[in-house]
């Protein structure tokens, strides 16, 4: 084989590649490439949006906080700014007294009451159920 002979073969090899390259890419388009044994594909959409797709996902509900119960002192830490959350259960009818943010509930017997309040004064506070005179929580709130 001559040495022209080796060049064009060459060139002719470029050329197929070249071809091949350009034919078997992926267009930006989004259309897929052409090829001579597929058949096309029906369109497909997205389903038309609904409530229930479009709208945001429910936001996850806070935590109700730890159950506070008579001979018990749960120790409650916050800080400043933060919303402080607890529940209360008492066996008799009381009073809840938050000292220091002078946060009152009453409580019927046997019964849950949740609390909820911003923190707004930093220090350490006591909890408790004002008539029995009990303590059954220290809240200390970090500046």
Do not use: W
């Amino acid at each position: 084989m001559s040495r022209t002979q080796r060049f064009s073969l060459l060139g002719v090899a470029a050329i197929v590649l070249i071809v091949a390259f350009l034919a078997l890419r992926p267009k930006d388009s989004g259309e897929p490439a052409a090829s001579s044994n597929t058949t096309p594909s029906p369109a497909r959409t997205a389903p038309p949006a609904t409530a229930s797709t479009a709208a945001d996902p429910p936001t996850p509900r806070p935590s109700p906080g730890p159950l506070l119960v008579a001979g018990e002192v749960e120790r409650l830490r916050v800080t400043k700014g933060e919303r402080v959350r607890f529940r209360v259960r008492s066996k008799d009818a009381d009073e809840l007294h938050v000292h220091g943010y002078e946060i009152t509930r009453e409580l019927p017997a046997g019964q849950t009451v949740p609390v909820s309040f911003k923190a707004r004064i930093d220090g350490v506070f006591e909890i408790e159920l004002e008539d029995a005179g009990e303590q059954i929580a220290s809240l200390r709130v970090d500046p």
